[in-house]
């Protein structure tokens, strides 16, 4: 069978209008190859879920400079789990203090890219990911 | 991509930088005799030379530069036109930039107390930071505020909240600037119905509301409604505020957060001075007298990290301004041709690594915008890339512009580097570069239709990767991130927990049971009415914070009669 390309989805949840990074990291997966849905400004955690479910994505990259990232994430996360999307990988990238990570971590989300990731790191990242754990096997 | 060859050309190549220079017999001499052999011996580190925004840069500049360019005409003298060394005529030497830092986090109280520390340790101005949530409009009880409450400012969702904000401070003699946009005609009701419960006179009182709803669309997106009722707006508080409150600034122009964004200089210059023109052209056709208004049009730049660069564009826009102001406009008022501004260090420029280092990248990126005249400035912390700023690197912040001030001597003279040839052949060029953006953009007639047309989001979005690309390449070196990495230990973050939510839903709560909600429905009413209309929304709007109707209220009132705007996600 063909190498199914890889199915993102790149969010904007809460209020945060930084779009910055999420349009950089869009442009970057796209030209990796992979398949890449940006849904835009201001999604509750109930339209990125549900836009997750219909696009069938392998990976959620979730974009949050606004400090809020604690709330969405575990409504994000509790929303997958109801969907029975735990196979998908939910990144993060943003402003997210060191003392989150852990918490986030054990809330579901695979890994944090903080300032300073490279567009290449986070490729990386989800081929690797995307190879080991396979949505939908 | 030919994409990405053409705009390599435009932004200048190296053959076009070596255009026009016209040597002189001795520069000819020195590149025969003393240049090229040292080249031979010892190459260049690079075959290009660029700024941050990726503009070429010759290795040496001279009166080649700039023939053509007559001092007396195009760099004149500081407080005449064309304004290139400075809007007042002794400068720093009569009174030093304001010191105004951005601060705001959790509740009124919260940031109160952060106002009152800052003005004791010589902050000059204060200047406020809202949460997400009031930015957008709505009250910190709402759905869609959860987890967002005092995150990333102050909340403020009623009058209540704004009289707890100035406790203790006196609006007649401390200026105040607010970063407002969608809702700014609603926070500055309230402001002024502060001013008024102290007795401060509207006459006197001054400060800034940032009020520039096009960068919104363009850049920082705190958009609530679309163009056409927000334009409006715009235009109701600058001719209310020409009218009460003449020592205020009714908007801030701002290119500060395009620059954040990912856009080079000359796009962050060219698209805030377009969205200047096209507030001007709104007003008159309001019927307003440029004149009348124009003298408190007031600019908001980033000071990002190219020191030189910076320096030229603050400069070129003082001269593009003018030229805007007199000729396109017919403006006859030395003040309306004067660009003031207000700058701000580049965010986007500091790092979660090795965040001390970003002490030495503020100070530097202040430097320049003291060097460029700068009317008002803020200087980020440290900690900028992890949180709001904690007390001591707020404090150190502002440690930094004062030592500027009283350490360097750089205030001892107006423009230092007025004619230098580098200095002038930038500031020609960025200038050029401007006015070049400024014939595309009226081509497709004017800066809300290039913005319909999602023309600066792509240009801004094409050089942010640009940028990013250069930096995971390592072509552009960030000390700590890219280069000298070293494994740290994290630092202490302020931070900002759900209590300020809960507590701001208490005290919501109260406010609706202790106010006439008669009264309030009343007001919303005649808001709704006067918003369909074409009226000036100001007396509504007062009238409806005094009734201590919310944020929300007030916000969601506009939102049923002006619509919502949804940007076409594009990445």
């Known amino acids: 069978m063909p190498d199914k390309k890889i199915r993102v989805l790149i969010a904007k949840p809460g209020l945060d209008g930084h779009d910055r990074g999420a349009k950089i990291i869009a442009r970057a997966l796209r030209d990796a190859g992979m398949e890449v849905i940006y849904t835009g400004l201001r999604q509750t955690p109930e339209m990125i879920a549900s836009a997750a479910l219909q696009e069938d994505v392998d990976v959620i990259g979730l974009s949050i400079l606004s400090g809020a990232h604690n709330t969405l994430c575990d409504r994000l996360m509790d929303l997958l789990r109801e969907k029975g999307m735990d196979d998908v990988t939910v990144l993060i990238g943003g402003i997210i203090p060191d003392g989150d990570i852990p918490r986030l971590k054990k809330a579901g989300i695979a890994e944090v890219f903080l300032p300073g990731t490279t567009m290449q790191a986070i490729v990386d990242f989800i081929r690797q990911r995307v190879a080991a754990t396979p949505h939908g096997a | ?571």
């Open chain 2, 1 to 571: 991509m030919s994409d990405e060859t053409s705009e390599d050309q435009k932004a200048g190549s190296v053959s076009t930088v070596e255009y026009n220079r016209n040597l002189s017999p001795g520069e000819r001499k020195w590149e025969e005799n003393t240049l090229n052999p040292a080249l031979e011996k010892s190459p260049e580190r690079s075959a290009i030379f660029t700024t941050v925004s990726k503009y070429p840069i010759q290795r040496l500049y001279t009166q080649a530069d700039l023939s053509g360019w007559d001092a007396e005409q195009d760099l004149g003298y500081p407080g005449a036109p064309p304004y290139v060394r400075g809007i007042h005529a002794s400068m720093y030497r009569g009174r030093p930039w304001t010191m105004r830092q951005f601060a705001g986090f959790g509740s009124a109280q919260d940031t109160n107390e952060r106002f009152r520390y800052l003005l004791s340790q010589g902050q000059a101005g204060l200047s406020v930071a809202f949460d997400l949530p009031t930015l957008m409009g709505y009250d910190s009880d709402h759905p869609l505020a959860e987890g967002e409450v005092g995150k990333c400012g102050v909340a403020i969702s009623s009058l209540a909240d704004m009289e707890v904000l100035f406790d203790r401070i006196s609006l007649a003699s401390v200026t105040t600037s607010m970063t407002i946009n969608s809702p700014a005609a609603a926070i500055w009701a309230m402001y002024l119905a502060v001013a008024e419960k102290q007795r401060a006179g509207w006459k006197q009182i001054s400060g800034t509301i940032q009020n520039d709803i096009l960068k919104e669309y363009i850049a920082q997106k705190e958009y609530i409604y679309p163009p056409e009722p927000s334009m409006r707006l715009v235009a109701d508080t600058i001719e209310f505020s020409t009218k009460h409150t003449p020592k205020f600034n009714p908007i801030s122009i701002s290119g500060y957060h395009i620059r954040e964004a990912g856009s080079t200089a000359i796009q962050e210059l060219a698209f805030t001075l377009r969205d200047g023109v096209e507030y001007v052209e709104w007003c008159l056709r309001r019927g307003l007298n440029v004149d009348d208004f124009a003298p408190r049009l007031s600019f908001f730049f980033n000071a990002h990290s190219d020191f030189f660069e910076e320096l030229a564009k603050y400069r070129a826009a003082r001269r593009v301004w003018y030229k805007v102001m007199r000729d396109r406009f017919g403006a006859k008022h030395e003040r309306s041709w004067a660009l003031r501004f207000h700058a701000q260090t580049a965010g986007c420029s500091l790092t979660a690594q090795q965040p001390h280092n970003n002490v030495v990248r503020t100070a530097l990126q202040a430097l320049a915008a003291v060097l460029g005249g700068a009317q008002s400035l803020h200087t980020n912390s440290l900690d900028e890339a992890w949180a709001l700023p904690a007390e001591a690197a707020a404090t150190l912040a502002l440690r930094t512009q004062q030592i500027i001030a009283h350490e360097t001597g750089v205030t001892n003279t107006a423009d230092p580097l007025g004619g230098s040839y580098f200095i002038e052949s930038l500031t020609n060029e960025i200038e050029r570069g401007a006015w070049d953006y400024f014939e595309k953009i009226d081509a497709v007639g004017g800066m809300i239709q290039a913005i319909e047309r999602g023309y600066p989001q792509r240009e801004i979005a094409k050089a942010a990767y640009r940028y990013q690309l250069a930096v995971d390449r390592k072509e552009k070196i960030i000390v700590g991130v890219n280069e000298y990495v070293t494994d740290e230990k994290p630092i202490e973050i302020l931070r900002i927990d759900e209590s300020v939510a809960q507590r701001q839903a208490a005290r919501l709560r109260q406010l609706r049971a202790e106010r006439s909600n008669e009264d309030v429905e009343r007001c919303l009413k005649v808001l709704r009415k006067a918003a369909s209309g074409t009226g000036n929304l100001m007396p509504c709007l007062l009238e409806a914070v005094k009734a201590y109707a919310t944020l929300g209220e007030i916000c969601d009132a506009l939102r049923e009669v002006f619509g919502v705007y949804n940007e076409i996600a594009v990445a």
